[in-house]
């Protein structure tokens, strides 16, 4: 039982249930608008009857077309810890692939740390894989090593022969991918 | 910051190496380059804005301007330095400088579509609109590309939503967009996704549904792609506002068959439904019912929809989905609301809470999807109802403590909820004070039970049993509100620092113990804690109340003035930081977010606590800095603080906290509601216009100090001086009425729920006494001021009205400071006592020793030339009888009561510290065993050296500026 809708300004005063769990970041002002001005379509809700915000994704459209390397990308999703357990994420997940179907990417693709193995498995099941390993890649606070972190994807039906996702044996470092 | 464009060009090469050294922040090579490349080529003017640059960011911001406007006079148009002056603009925060720019640019390169589309963005940064109107059309005639032609027409929407005339609005604005768009629809010029939706707003903003709704479903509609179910959202929308309501309940009915869970199409569904039935709406006999397929009509169509949307879900394999079942319960609800007696044919609302329970009682938002519906149970059956669920828990035999554990995380979490529900139907607080102990035994045994499957958990991750160890606390605090028993606050801190040290990341935790250490009076521990939540941005202003309301008050005033610097960052950024994103908007054709955009930086510009942190830092600057290490003064003169000009939004603010952030199963007459959210927003913006008069008062004083003599002085200079205390004349009456109103505020007692809003500073701030003694002591200045114009002779009677305010001041404050008479934290009895009001009601007479000491201050400048110039008399006459004028006397007596004072003030805070110091907490023997376990006690000792330690922390601080403050003292002879 959830309301999905378009993410806006106004929620940023509403999501700290989401935010204030300690793999979510919170970003700063900009960082939202750029992506509310850019694409809006990307960047959903859910809503609980009650009006508490119980998660939202925001992702992007990017890559070249002639590379086949256009594709739908999950930049930030997270749900309340009270919200879990309900399958929201995968629903917020088909939704960002249904967008992306539609704009004709090749696949959709997310980092999360490699850490993170709740996520990891999550991301497994609804059909994704790791496409490469990108070293340091989230730089952390107090003193903590940086950690590495999967690049996973999942092919859309553009990508027939699911060549988007035939993954790279070796790491990257973070400044060799785009 | 990159050259672009030719590589060729010879500048480009020769200004490379001043845009690396800005690049990479080395701003004095940057200069030095420039000058040296300055020599050789004195008309490169990019070098020399470039060097501006270089200036501006080493702070020599009046050199970088006239630089800058030497080349901008010249009105370049080269693309270097045009987008050198821009960025330089940009930093100086003088973006309407960018426009003069390019409108120069575009009057010497006519035809330049890249100069043109910069100052369109340039007039939108600004918010220009019809000048931006002007340049979209000016560009399209030069390169007719679409999204030039729709930047005018949103321009023109902008000039609408903006238009203080709504007529204007409605009669000239929109329609003329609408032409526009119009003409491109005729010549079938319409390309892109952004331009159907620019339509669809502005005929919807101009009411034209029909015409919206036509627009979405005809062939413009089908470009209407990239967002999921557009056409559909924006048709509901219209046929919700037209009241289309047959079309409105085919459509949910059809989005729902689709997806069963999307709670919003139930509302629509049923909305539209009771709507139908009001106006008895029948079926046409002929064709179809709408164009959205078939309407449903009655009850028991709608009572058949739902269970049958049930019964879809039972019979399916994959995990079932909530909407169903909670829509039967809100269908209940609204039928009950009618006084229909249908909803038996639904079932009764026991039975499917209870089977609600049984399918999704193991997920964490079971309390958060029944507590809506506890409502439908007859207070009677809720004790039935909590058995009944009772029933569903698989628990293990009761051991010796008679409680018996649940096997799995699943039925913890049934468990778990039963807690939940039954502290949501007032159980809980039924409970007489041995039942909720014995409760709390049961949460903690629960809990400590439930670690076991949360030994594998990261430390990010939450421990499964978690909000067990919220509730005890929960009951913890019942108890201690109830029965005034400190044991249980303590015992209440113990309990949750044992939580946060299994389970390091849960926010909860944090956010109860912040609290509870702030309503202690304990603000060091809240530093940490506040900075392990990583709150950033946004939740400055949503969550930074937290913060910002005790630190100041309880004496901690380097916290207090950190905690107000991350706010200020945040709220400082927002106005740049937007309107890039405005302008981005406009890019992408994402017009519906401009509106958005320009509504979400007003909300932050009119926040509540965006105006508290501005104000309060600079009132902790003047209490902790002017008089010590720079005068009233200069330290006014620096804030720029200007006491006729007032920048709060007083009748727009808005609040932007988060005040349900902390996770609360009270019941619904104890939760926070709207009338508590109003008052609390009441209570603060009163205490804030106290506030702020009281620092627009205090740079009224210091540049009243300022003024000459008037006897020296000319007519303007008199006129000037008087428009100065008549400025502090109506600032002083201004606090006067506030101070009316707060006092009538103060009367209502407001009580807010424990978890929601902190009661505001008005009430101790009133009680203490400050507020008015330092109204009498600002009063006393203008008296003085009086005094001044008068002299010495002929103002017997000014003299001893100004003797006894001397007197009274004394009184007043010997008053307050016998109010912090007390032990802030004492034991008694074996127990701990704390009061930590005698903290916050020194704090407040410590900021009111402060604004006495200043008008003393200002007093003995008034008096000094008065006194020299009655010697000088004295002289001439050689009259040496004459008696001492009473004032000068009185002055001398005042300010040897006022070192009394400080000294008393001074020992006072010695003493407290002394017997803080003293107080060995170690010797306190906590009850082990019966109610606290050997761990727990141990947390519960932690917490208790942290409040002790905070305490002594905001001693010393007061002490030391105290101190301060004494030494100012000596200047005072006249």
């Not at chain 1, 060549?163 to 790491?171: F, G």
């Not at chain 2, 709150?535 to 207090?560: C, E, M, N, P």
């Not at chain 2, 017009?591 to 958005?596: A, S, T």
Request: charged share 25%; aromatic share 8%.
């Amino acid at each position: 039982m959830t309301t999905l809708r378009a993410f806006t300004c106004d929620d940023l005063f509403k999501f700290n249930n989401i935010n204030l769990d300690p793999l979510t970041e919170t970003y700063g002002i900009p960082f939202y608008l750029q992506y509310l001005a850019h694409w809006p379509e990307y960047f959903i809700v859910a809503e609980a009857p009650g009006g508490e915000l119980m998660g939202y994704i925001m992702g992007k459209a990017e890559g070249s077309v002639a590379r086949e390397e256009w594709h739908g990308h999950v930049t930030a999703l997270s749900v309340a810890p009270e919200f879990r357990r309900l399958g929201l994420a995968a629903k917020l997940m088909e939704m960002l692939e249904e967008i992306s179907e539609r704009k004709g990417g090749f696949f959709v693709d997310l980092f999360v740390r490699v850490s993170n193995q709740v996520a990891v498995n999550m991301y497994k099941q609804l059909g994704y894989s790791v496409y490469r390993t990108v070293i340091e890649y989230y730089s952390a606070s107090n003193g903590e090593p940086d950690e590495d972190a999967y690049d996973m994807r999942k092919a859309l039906s553009r990508d027939a022969e699911r060549k988007s996702i035939i993954p790279i044996p070796h790491p990257v470092r973070p400044e060799d991918i785009e | 910051m990159a050259a672009r464009g030719h590589v060729q060009d010879p500048n480009d090469r020769r200004l490379r190496p001043i845009y690396d050294y800005l690049d990479n922040g080395n701003n004095k090579m940057a200069i030095q380059q420039a000058d040296k490349l300055l020599k050789k080529h004195k008309d490169l003017h990019c070098a020399k804005v470039l060097k501006a640059i270089g200036l501006q960011r080493t702070g020599k911001q009046d050199e970088a301007f006239s630089l800058a406007q030497e080349v901008a006079t010249l009105e370049p148009t080269d693309d270097n330095s045009l987008q050198a002056l821009t960025i330089l603009y940009r930093e100086m925060h003088r973006p309407e400088l960018v426009t003069k720019l390019y409108e120069a640019a575009v009057k010497k390169v006519p035809l330049s579509e890249e100069y043109h589309s910069h100052l369109f963005m340039a007039y939108a940064r600004v918010g220009e609109y019809k000048k931006m109107q002007q340049a979209g059309m000016a560009l399209y005639k030069i390169v007719p590309k679409n999204p030039y032609y729709f930047w005018s027409v949103m321009s023109l929407v902008m000039q609408a939503i903006s238009a203080q005339d709504e007529k204007l609005a409605q009669t000239m604005f929109l329609p003329l967009a609408e032409r526009m768009v119009e003409k491109m629809v005729k010549e079938e010029k319409i390309e892109a996704e952004a331009e159907v939706q620019l339509y669809f707003m502005i005929l919807e903003r101009l009411g034209k549904c029909v015409e919206a709704l036509d627009m979405v479903r005809g062939p413009l509609g089908e470009k209407l792609t990239s967002e999921l179910r557009s056409r559909e959202n924006k048709c509901m929308m219209m046929y919700q506002r037209l009241q289309l309501w047959p079309e409105c309940n085919a459509l949910s009915y059809k989005l729902l068959l689709k997806n069963p869970d999307d709670w919003q199409f139930y509302l629509s569904y049923f909305d539209s439904l009771f709507h139908l039935m009001d106006k008895s709406w029948s079926q046409p006999e002929e064709g179809e019912h709408c164009v959205e397929g078939p309407v449903q009509t009655t009850v028991a169509e709608a009572v058949k929809f739902v269970v049958d949307r049930m019964e879809e879900q039972d019979l399916k394999e994959s995990r079932p989905l909530r909407g169903p079942y909670l829509a039967c319960l809100e269908l209940i609800h609204r039928l009950r609301q009618r006084g229909c007696p249908d909803e038996k044919d639904l079932g009764d609302p026991l039975e499917l809470m209870v089977q609600f329970f049984g399918k999704f009682g193991d997920k964490p938002c079971c309390i958060t999807d029944l507590n809506i519906y506890l409502h439908l149970l007859p207070p009677e059956q809720r004790s039935q109802f909590k058995n009944r669920l009772g029933e569903l828990v698989p628990l293990g035999e009761a051991g010796e403590d008679g409680f018996g554990f649940p096997g799995d995380t699943k039925a913890l979490q049934r468990h778990l909820c039963v807690c939940q529900l039954s502290r949501a139907l007032g159980l809980q607080h039924a409970l007489d004070t041995e039942g909720k102990l014995r409760l709390i035994t049961e949460l903690k045994a629960h809990y400590h039970h439930g670690l076991q499957f949360g030994k594998s958990c990261l430390k990010t991750e939450l421990q499964f049993s978690d909000m067990y160890c919220l509730m005890a606390a929960h009951v913890y605090i019942d108890l201690w509100t109830e029965t005034g028993d400190e044991n249980m606050l303590w015992q209440c801190l113990g309990v949750l620092e044992e939580g946060l040290s299994f389970s390091p990341s849960n926010a909860q935790f944090k956010l109860l113990l912040l609290l509870l250490f702030c309503r202690l009076g304990a603000f060091q521990p809240v530093v940490d804690l506040y900075s392990s939540l990583d709150a950033k941005h946004v939740q400055h202003d949503t969550i930074g109340y937290l913060l910002t309301r005790y630190a100041g008050s309880l004496g901690q005033f380097a916290a207090a003035s950190q905690s107000c610097n991350f706010s200020l960052r945040f709220f400082h950024s927002n106005q740049k930081d937007t309107s890039e994103y405005i302008i981005q908007a406009y890019k992408y054709g994402a017009f519906e977010k401009i509106p958005e955009f320009i509504a979400f930086r007003t909300r932050l510009n009119q926040s509540l606590h965006f105006a508290q942190v501005r104000t309060e830092r600079m009132l902790l600057d003047l209490y902790t800095e002017a008089d010590v290490t720079s005068s009233l003064e200069e330290s006014v003169k620096a804030m720029g603080v200007c006491p006729e000009e007032d920048d709060i939004p007083w009748d727009n603010m808005r609040d932007n906290r988060d005040l349900t952030v902390l996770v609360s199963w009270d019941p619904k007459d104890r939760e926070l509601t709207e009338e508590h959210r109003r008052l609390s927003l009441e209570e603060e913006s009163v205490w804030l216009k106290v506030r702020s008069l009281t620092l627009r008062l205090l740079a009224s004083l210091a540049l009243l100090g300022h003024a000459p003599s008037p006897r020296n002085s000319d007519k303007t200079n008199e006129n000037g001086i008087s428009a100065k205390s008549s400025t502090l004349q109506t600032l002083l009456s201004q606090l006067d009425q506030t101070l009316e109103t707060a006092a009538q505020i103060t009367e209502k007692q407001t009580q807010y729920p424990f978890l929601g809003p902190p009661s505001s500073r008005l009430a101790s701030a009133l009680s203490s006494g400050s507020c008015h003694c330092q109204v009498s002591a600002l009063q006393l200045s203008l008296t003085l001021r009086e005094l001044e114009t008068t002299g010495l002779d002929d103002s017997s009677e000014l003299q001893t009205q100004i003797c006894n305010t001397f007197k009274s001041l004394v009184v007043q404050l010997q008053e307050m400071l016998s109010r912090c008479k007390g032990e802030v934290l004492e034991m008694k009895d074996s127990r701990l006592k704390t009061q930590p009001s005698l903290l916050e009601t020194l704090v407040f007479f410590v900021e009111t020793v402060c604004v006495v000491l200043w008008v003393a201050s200002y007093s003995a400048n008034v008096l000094r030339p008065l006194k020299s110039s009655l010697q000088k008399k004295k002289k001439k006459k050689k009259d040496i009888n004459t008696a001492m004028p009473v004032v000068l006397c009185g002055f001398q007596e005042w300010t040897g009561s006022l070192q009394g004072i400080v000294t008393q003030a001074l020992d006072h805070v010695k003493g407290q510290e002394a017997s803080l110091t003293a107080l060995k907490l170690a010797a306190l023997t906590l009850e082990e065993g019966h109610s606290q376990t050997q761990e727990e006690c141990g947390f519960t000792r932690a917490a208790m050296d942290k409040v002790q330690s905070s305490y002594l922390g905001s001693l010393q601080e007061l002490g030391d500026l105290l101190r301060k403050r004494a030494d100012s003292l000596i200047r005072l002879k006249i």
